[in-house]
């Protein structure tokens, strides 16, 4: 039985690492007056963190893990009416513990945001979401993250998210994942045709540019410190009067994660115009890069010259209850971390739009496994099933082990 017991032992502090295992930490500037507060996450903090940003945790002075929501610095001015999408897939696979919806954007809807209205539940769902163009190579939009179902007291409601890549893909797949052994039925899925978004940018460190043009195409290549999240960039262009060109973007750094199906969607090679009547920007959502490369079609026409691009981010904050007799500890970066799932989401529309602003300081690299967290816990449940149910085997294995030996003695001894 001493070998279970190493077994389980092991088992238990591995589920801990995995919890554990964040890369660096900053102290959140203590406030004078309890309440709500903006932190905001300096571009340095954003770029060590995961796609979506899965990997932030706050603590106390007494390591107690505290609620948050993650916030960027936008606000949509008009909203038009919603827009029906087409449901062409619509199952539950009760092995795999999740729903997959399909939808189909027949007419090529520039979408950045799905609103999906459910009947039969109130409870957080995580979301994992895919674009396509040909239902075969499909991109990463949003991984694996907890969406939070509008409360209301009747049989339906919606789950609204907004913040997803735009794009044009003609094909989207949503996959719920029912961690309580219950199905989530969807009915009908639609978008907003946002206009007037207003957006808080900060400049990211100017990147390296170099050019380089060939007989009918010039390569342009940004080169930045470290890998970050880019929202936007701009060009400085020296041309003549009047031009357009067609513009190739792809992300030179690509490693792709050997243990996804699928890749994110800045993976995907993009096209763009550039021109003399353009404002000569690119417009992207959490594009994580380090070296990205520009092939600029010239046909016969002389190369234009790239004097300078610049790199912007949207703002991002997050909001939680700070208490003023309290000392609070950001810890984040975390590849394996899983979204947390609060109950604060549900209570978000008490919370004071407008809200005072705290930042970080003292950011510093954790040098070995991070201070035990009294943590609310977020473990996905079928994942704790696997390893009782792998305990279980290991624990019937020895079990026969031990009876075919006491049985082997018993036969001796006769």
């Known amino acids: 039985m001493k070998q279970l017991y190493i077994i389980l032992i092991t088992s238990l502090i591995a589920i801990s690492n995995y919890a554990q295992n964040y890369q660096w930490k900053a102290s959140i500037n203590e406030v004078d007056v309890s309440g709500y507060y903006k932190i905001y996450l300096d571009p340095d903090i954003i770029s060590q963190l995961e796609h979506s940003f899965p990997d932030i945790r706050i603590l106390d002075k007494n390591n107690n893990e505290t609620q948050y929501i993650l916030k960027k610095q936008k606000t949509v001015l008009n909203k038009n009416k919603k827009i029906e999408l087409k449901i062409t897939k619509n199952k539950h696979r009760k092995f795999k513990h999740y729903t997959e919806i399909q939808i189909e954007n027949e007419k090529k809807y520039s979408i950045s945001n799905l609103i999906l209205r459910i009947v039969n539940t109130h409870n957080p769902v995580f979301v994992k979401i895919f674009g396509s163009d040909n239902l075969d190579n499909w991109y990463i939009l949003k991984d694996n993250f907890p969406a939070v179902p509008d409360i209301t007291d009747s049989d339906s409601t919606e789950i609204k998210i907004m913040d997803i890549p735009e794009s044009k893909f003609k094909f989207f797949k949503v996959y719920f994942y029912d961690y309580e052994e219950k199905p989530i039925e969807i009915t009908n899925v639609y978008y907003h045709n946002l206009e007037d978004i207003r957006a808080e940018y900060i400049q990211l460190k100017s990147p390296i540019i170099s050019q380089k043009d060939t007989l009918n195409k010039t390569i342009i290549t940004l080169e930045f410190e470290k890998p970050e999240f880019i929202d936007m960039i701009t060009f400085r262009i020296s041309g003549p009067e009047y031009y357009l ?170």
């Open 245 to 414: 060109r067609k513009v190739q973007m792809l992300k030179k750094d690509t490693i792709s994660n050997t243990h996804m199906k699928n890749e994110f969607y800045d993976q995907l090679k993009k096209e763009f115009y550039l021109g003399s009547l353009k404002s000569n920007r690119i417009n992207l959502y959490d594009y994580k890069a380090k070296k990205i490369e520009f092939i600029v079609e010239n046909k016969d026409n002389q190369p234009l010259i790239f004097l300078k691009a610049n790199a912007y981010q949207l703002k991002n904050y997050i909001v939680a209850y700070l208490n003023q007799d309290n000392k609070y500890t950001l810890i984040y970066g975390n590849e394996k971390a899983n979204f947390p799932s609060y109950d604060l989401p549900y209570f978000k529309d008490t919370i004071p739009k407008i809200l005072p602003e705290t930042s970080v300081y003292n950011i510093k690299k954790i040098n070995g496994a991070t201070d035990k967290i009294n943590k609310i816990w977020t473990f996905p449940t079928s994942y704790l099933w696997y390893i009782i149910g792998f305990l279980l085997i290991v624990l019937l294995l020895i079990s026969f082990k031990l009876l075919k030996e006491r049985f082997g003695e018993t036969k001796k001894t006769e």
